[in-house]
T-cell receptor, first 115, second 115 residues
């Protein structure tokens, strides 16, 4: 069975602080994909990143960076110099095949960035 | 590209009534997905289409739920004899296997309230 854990239910930071959102996953598959999605107050899930299990290289995109460590089954997400517009619920997700019923989301972390 | 659209955005109904939601995927996306999201939780997979074929259905999808994608374009999700437990956000996503990432892009959702 697959499982995604996001232990941080809610995080509050002050604007310009860095913040890391944790994601720990469980799977028996040797090949799998990991994702992060953002859900702002408007409700629409916005795709942020997809990473496959063979690529442990960390990725940076502007103020966003992701740290994938297979040894600890973690795929953490860091926002540098947070902004109020970063306030949203962030979901980590896992899938062995990029689609289908085994596409499992974590419970989400609600990030509030205060001015 | 126009994104995934869903209609209606909000639906309030009385217990026992039938409701139908519509999802229009991104043009030429051949895969379409339905998810359900309850308050404070991540989306849960309901069903998945590739073109007009419904390939997977979650065990969460009771007999009261039915989904169709008759021409491989838009899809409908019908809930018969609604129950209060059906109150949730129903999300639609689409993707294309022709792209290298086959990333799922989500619509804004339909929020169902069953009184």
């Amino acid at each position: 069975a697959q499982k995604v854990t996001q232990a941080q239910t809610e995080i509050s930071v002050v604007e310009k602080e860095d913040v890391t959102l944790d994601c720990v996953y469980e799977t028996r598959d040797t090949t799998y994909y990991l994702f992060w999605y953002k859900q702002p107050p408007s409700g629409e899930l916005v795709f942020l990143i997809r990473r496959n299990s063979f690529d442990e290289q960390n990725e940076i995109s502007g103020r966003y960076s992701w740290n994938f460590q297979k040894s600890t089954s973690s795929f953490n997400f860091t926002i540098t110099a947070s902004q109020v517009v970063d306030s949203a619920v962030y979901f980590c997700a896992l899938s062995p095949d990029n689609y289908g019923q085994n596409f499992v989301f974590g419970p989400g972390t609600r990030l509030s960035v205060l001015p | 590209d126009t994104g995934v659209s869903q209609n209606p955005r909000h639906k309030i109904t009385k217990r026992g009534q039938n409701v139908t939601f519509r999802c229009d995927p991104i043009s030429e996306h051949n895969r379409l997905y339905w998810y359900r999201q309850t308050l404070g939780q991540g989306p849960e997979f309901l069903t998945y289409f590739q073109n007009e074929a419904q390939l997977e259905k979650s065990r969460l999808l009771s007999d009261r739920f039915s989904a169709e994608r008759p021409k491989g374009s838009f899809s409908t999700l019908e809930i018969q004899r609604t129950e209060q437990g059906d109150s949730a956000m129903y999300l639609c996503a689409s993707s294309s296997w022709r792209t290298s990432t086959d990333t799922q892009y989500f619509g804004p959702g339909t929020r169902l309230t069953v009184l």
